[in-house]
């Protein structure tokens, strides 16, 4: 009976630690979980892969320009594929691959944050 009650109380320690070991590693799993997202600033408003498939499939008209709100930018893009008819249509794609390629942080922080409106 003795030993019953040990082996069952070693048992109950045994699961105590394990159960403080699951909350600890669930814990830092959440906070490394919050600290990714919110590395993103604003993650919502990102607009990587709208503003990329958009490069990729009507970028000679400059959509993906006007939807990250460069419109001066966008009407070049216009302009310059009507005017080469369509042989600039070349830069958007390639920007399109750049948008997709980005991580999400590096594409909100470098096109919508800080605004670099070609490449």
Known sequence: MSEDKNLNDDLKDKAKEFAEEAKETAKEFSEGAKEAFNS??????????????????FGYLGIHKFVLGYTKEGIIQLIASVVTCGIAGIVPIIEGIIYLTKSDADFYNTYQVGKKPWF
């Open 40 to 57: 993103l600033e604003n993650p919502a408003e990102n607009k990587k892969i709208l503003a990329g498939i958009l490069a990729i499939l």
